[in-house]
């Protein structure tokens, strides 16, 4: 079955430093996402690309992150520098289609996630 | 946003079939509805999707009445790899497809 899959699977950085997360989504998907889960907490959507943009961003999403598709099959997520609070695991995910009728297929796929800590 | 209401934990046995019944009271006509599982430390997997009536594959069958207010992810004869969290999402027909997650189901699979 075809995977995501996410390097590395936990990194640990310095408050204040750039962290760059990667992912290498399925190969003829055209959709691509970040979303974030804090340690006991809620998957949370951070933003979706298509088409070499960003199409939604949630609040979470602001300024210090940054988001790339630098070739055909590497999309990164990068955090300018790092607050404590950013500390959780970075799942990546991406889908073949946009849901237009009942019958699209459009299930995420997601990666097993990078843990991320922030000291 | 249609907001979902789903059971914070159920318990079950080795065997038994898991019904775990999701609440949508405010699903609009475009809004479809999509289960995940999660184990611990893992990303969200899709389990099974549907608009209306029933959908059945090799893992789960999903019921959703006619008014769609509701559904029912039925999990046939669960193993103790059922354990997990189970994520029931009313996804939008919008650009990007975001999926918003609530707290979920946590499943607790006995021997």
């Known amino acids: 079955e075809p995977e995501v899959t996410q390097t590395p699977s936990h990194q640990v950085t310095q408050m204040g430093q750039e962290v760059i997360l990667r992912c290498v989504p399925i190969?003829?998907?055209?959709?691509f996402y970040w979303y974030r889960q804090i340690l006991g907490q809620k998957v949370e959507f951070l933003v979706s690309?298509?088409?070499?943009?960003?199409?939604?961003k949630s609040e979470i999403f602001d300024d210090q992150f940054s988001v790339e598709r630098p070739d055909g099959s590497n999309f990164t997520l990068k955090i300018r520098s790092t607050k404590l609070e950013d500390s959780a695991m970075y799942f990546c995910?991406?889908?073949?289609?946009?849901?237009?009728?009942?019958?699209?297929?459009?299930?995420?796929?997601f990666g097993q996630g990078t843990r991320l800590t922030v000291v | 946003l249609a907001k979902t209401t789903q059971p914070i934990s159920m318990d079950s046995y080795e065997g038994q079939e898991v019904n775990i019944t999701c609440s949508h009271n405010n699903i609009a006509t475009n809004d479809y509805i999509t289960w995940y599982q999660q184990f611990p430390s893992q990303g969200p997997r899709f389990i099974i999707q549907g608009y209306k009536t029933k959908v059945t594959n090799e893992v789960a069958s999903l019921f959703i009445p006619a008014d769609r207010k509701s559904s029912t992810l039925s999990l046939p004869r669960v193993s103790l790899s059922d354990t997990a969290v189970y994520y029931c999402l009313v996804a939008h027909k919008a650009a990007g497809n975001k999926l918003t997650f609530g707290g979920g189901t946590r499943v607790l699979v006995k021997p």
């Open positions: 995910a991406s889908s073949e289609a946009l849901r237009r009728t009942g019958d699209d297929d459009t299930e995420a796929f």
């Open positions: 190969s003829n998907h055209l959709y």
């Open positions: 690309f298509y088409n070499n943009e960003i199409s939604e």
